[in-house]
């Protein structure tokens, strides 16, 4: 929330039942809930354009490395889940 404060852009955010939309750094919409939707007005600032070309490359690092990672991710939980059926059958 602080960087929406510096720079005014919006965040809406869906987590396990709690949902929270930001406007200009402040809160303008909260629920708790999994079967709710939440809604609010949000103001996009002007100023938005110049931020995305840095935002495109910082996402394309991103995106490099989490093919990688998530392929890592993905045997170490298939190796973790070999040993925990390992162990039970023993």
Known sequence: MG??????VPIVEANVGVNMIVSKG???AYKWGNDCITTAEIEIPM???RFTEHAREYEKQY?????PEMNRRY???CFLR?????QRQA
């Open 82 to 86: 070999k040993e925990f059926i390992l």
């Open 47 to 49: 100023n938005v354009g």
């Open 75 to 77: 045997h170490n939980t």
């Open 3 to 8: 960087r929406a404060r510096e720079n005014g």
């Open 63 to 67: 995106l490099e490395l989490q093919g």
């Open 26 to 28: 402040e809160v303008v």
